[in-house]
């Protein structure tokens, strides 16, 4: 049975920094694309950063230059460092891994997510 299991969100002020974690537990971690995802409230879900199994990554261009995905196979986590936080980046942010192994980060489907953290940038 596979668990993904997100931690480190929370409040704070524009211009302010967070580092979310994904630990996942339950197949190969190193095989699979990781991906971070958001949902505000009325707000489709976007993918935010993406990682592949071999370690290229991917970001939206609302985010690029300020979060950075990283991944630990050892620990089998995925991190997001989000600086310089804006408003608009207030969301419930969830983790997921990829279906298929050593599938594509951005464009591949994602399974097994967890239950999300919210995320609050106050201006």
């Known amino acids: 049975q596979v668990h993904v299991v997100e931690s480190g969100g929370g409040l704070v002020q524009a211009g302010g920094s967070l580092r979310l974690s994904c630990a996942t537990s339950?197949?190969?971690?190193?095989?699979?694309?990781m991906g971070w995802f958001r949902q505000a409230p009325g707000k489709e879900r976007e993918l935010v950063a993406a990682?592949?199994?071999?370690?290229?990554?991917y970001y939206a261009a609302s985010v690029k230059g300020r979060f950075t995905i990283s991944r630990d196979n050892v620990k089998n986590t995925v991190y997001l460092q989000m600086n310089s936080l804006k408003p608009e980046d207030t969301a419930v942010y969830y983790c997921?891994?990829?279906?298929?192994?050593?599938?594509?980060?951005?464009?591949?489907?994602?399974?097994?997510w967890g239950q999300g953290t919210q995320v609050t940038v106050s201006s």
């Open positions: 990682i592949s199994s071999g370690g290229d990554t």
């Open positions: 997921a891994t990829g279906q298929q192994p050593f599938g594509d980060a951005r464009r591949g489907r994602y399974t097994y």
């Open positions: 339950g197949r190969t971690f190193i095989n699979y694309a």
